[in-house]
């Protein structure tokens, strides 16, 4: 959806975002980590266990010069409010089944001089042991790293951990990736389920 780059935000989007911003600061996270050097990757938000992630996600990037994206699906983006979704960083996506949205956000890598696309893998907040993989698929069709990205709301702290690019092998990237986070979050039961799901598969394989 072409939006002219030169055009002012609307008043409802820049109320919000500073709303949002100022809660983020009013909670008082503690941000770890940098900016990835790089201008177009994938940030995956894990775990998510409460509507406070959001908020922490887009204070945290505000604070490290990051505008997010996401992706919605294409009946949010329409009138009236097809300004404030594209403003507040949407990515309309069509999800009907003839449509490929991988394909359709791997486009949007590609016309995008930078973006930074926040996803989470989990799906929703209730955990059923797998990650939803449309967040590699992309990585891979649009050629981008995955930035993996943490928050724990028990201690206040969260941040961006280092690029990783995938190689196409996905059981041995996700093994990295989940490293990161059991690094990050050891006490998250939820990385060790993936985590001994993978060594289970391992060892299988044997």
Request: glycine share 8%.
């Amino acid at each position: 959806m072409p939006t002219d780059p030169n055009r002012k935000p609307s008043l409802l989007s820049r109320i919000v975002r500073r709303l949002l911003v100022a809660l983020y600061r009013w909670k008082g996270w503690k941000l770890e980590g940098g900016r990835p050097d790089c201008d177009k990757f994938i940030i995956l938000g894990a775990p998510h266990t409460s509507n406070w992630d959001f908020i922490f996600f887009l204070g945290a990037t505000n604070e490290l010069g990051i505008r997010p994206s996401f992706m919605g699906k294409m009946s949010l983006f329409k009138w009236p409010a097809t300004n404030f979704m594209l403003d507040m960083g949407g990515i309309p996506v069509d999800r009907s089944k003839r449509a490929n949205y991988v394909e359709q956000v791997a486009d949007a890598f590609a016309r995008a001089k930078d973006l930074a696309l926040v996803i989470a893998p989990e799906g929703s907040r209730t955990f059923k042991g797998d990650w939803k993989s449309g967040f590699y698929h992309i990585a891979m069709a649009a050629g981008v790293p995955i930035v993996p990205a943490w928050v724990n709301n028990q201690t206040m702290r969260g941040g961006l951990g280092d690029p990783i690019m995938p190689t196409g092998d996905y059981p041995a990237d996700l093994a990295r990736i989940i490293a990161f986070y059991r690094a990050k979050r050891p006490d998250c039961d939820r990385f060790a389920i993936i985590e001994n799901k993978l060594i289970a598969e391992r060892g299988n394989e044997a």
